[in-house]
Nanobody, 131 residues
Framework: QVQPVESGGGSVQAGESLRLTCAVV??????????LGWFRQVPGKEREGVAA????????TYADSVKGRFAISRANAKNTLYLEMNNLKPEDTAVYYC??????????????????????WGQGTQVTVPS
């Protein structure tokens, strides 16, 4: 069983930075289709993909709303995923989730990959940027 565990959320002022960490606990079989991602959700709205990174950390994708401000990375040896968030804005306020799964053959690991392919989800961590 695989269980992502997020940490690092909090409240910061607009323009400041925050780093989220996700420890992927448990036994996982990683092949070339393994994909790790960060999602976020605001109450009353659908959850959206923020960033995703493939199994070897070579390919990262981002939602347009965070491009140039957020950076996803992973430390394979530690089975850990990070999301560095810079120049935070009030509209970044949300619960952030870490997720892992396998993308289908013919597709790719992407922040736009449907949630159904992310089998394992963390409990979420709150990020608040007051306006």
């Amino acid at each position: 069983q695989v269980q992502p565990v997020e940490s690092g959320g909090g409240s910061v002022q607009a323009g400041e930075s925050l780093r989220l960490t996700c420890a992927v606990v448990g036994d996982s079989y990683e092949d070339y289709r393994w994909c790790l991602g960060w999602f976020r959700q605001v109450p009353g709205k659908e959850r959206e993909g923020v960033a995703a990174i493939d199994s070897n950390g070579a390919s990262a994708t981002y939602a347009d709303s965070v491009k140039g401000r957020f950076a996803i990375s992973r430390a394979n040896a530690k089975n850990t995923l990070y999301l560095e968030m810079n120049n935070l804005k009030p509209e970044d306020t949300a619960v952030y989730y870490c997720a892992a799964g396998y993308y289908p053959i013919g597709s790719q690991c992407s922040a736009l990959l449907p949630e159904v392919y992310f089998r394992y989800w963390g409990q979420g961590t709150q990020v608040t940027v007051p306006s």
